[in-house]
Antibody, heavy 122, light 110 residues
């Protein structure tokens, strides 16, 4: 059974940093691209970032480019999102999502975690 | 602001059919596969339809997808109370080089 478990969310002041983690199990992690998708309270879904199976290809939404960094450790079956210079508009539930292919882009998200909440407020 | 437009809400009685539209452009729906996601209250999204009209294992055939030009449609037949959820379309946008989601549609079973 595919499982994606996010952690690392919490309350953080504007301008500060936070690192999210996603622990994957139930599938061969290094065969697939992975993503972060977020959902602000009461709002819709927004793709944040994607990373290919070997970290060779990475993409970001314009809203986070230059501030967020996605990475993965295939030996630990883990996905990460380093979030710097956080803003109030980054407040959201952050989901880790699996791609059915080894490269990101064009394909859907076939499995999702339950999310970790990030609140940016002073 | 999403580049894919969906109606905010649709509703129907149990057993009836609803359709949800998703309108985009040539840079997204027009030239890429569309997926649909179901988000039950308080839960994570779940893949419902991919590649315009394919259902993942375990998704009942009450759910169907189609695409024509720059629009896509999700259909739900035999509506059940358990279908009350938010539904999102999604696809790759070749011009923006990002994955985009629709604005979301709330389905209510009357």
């Amino acid at each position: 059974e595919v499982q994606l478990v996010e952690s690392g969310g919490g309350l953080v002041q504007p301008g500060r940093s936070l690192r999210l983690s996603c622990a994957a199990s139930g599938f061969t992690f290094d065969d697939y691209a992975m993503h972060w998708v977020r959902q602000a309270p009461g709002k819709g879904l927004e793709w944040v970032s994607g990373i290919s199976w070997n970290s060779g290809s990475i993409g970001y939404a314009d809203s986070v480019k230059g501030r967020f960094t996605i990475s993965r450790d295939n030996a630990k079956n883990s996905l990460y999102l380093q979030m710097n210079s956080l803003r109030a508009e980054d407040t959201a539930l952050y989901y880790c999502a699996k791609d059915p292919r080894d490269s990101w882009g064009e394909s859907p998200f076939d499995y999702w975690g339950q999310g970790t909440l990030v609140t940016v407020s002073s | 602001q999403s580049v894919l437009t969906q109606p905010p809400s649709v509703s129907a009685a149990p057993g009836q059919k609803v359709t949800i539209s998703c309108s985009g452009s040539s840079s997204n729906i027009g030239n890429n596969y569309v997926s649909w996601y179901q988000q039950l209250p308080g839960t994570a999204p779940k893949l419902l339809i991919y590649d315009n009209n394919k259902r993942p294992s375990g998704i009942p055939d009450r759910f169907s997808g189609s695409k024509s030009g720059t629009s896509a449609t999700l259909g739900i037949t035999g509506l059940q109370t358990g279908d009350e959820a938010d539904y999102y379309c999604g696809t790759w946008d070749s011009s923006l080089s990002v994955y985009v989601f629709g604005t979301g549609t709330k389905v209510t079973v009357l």
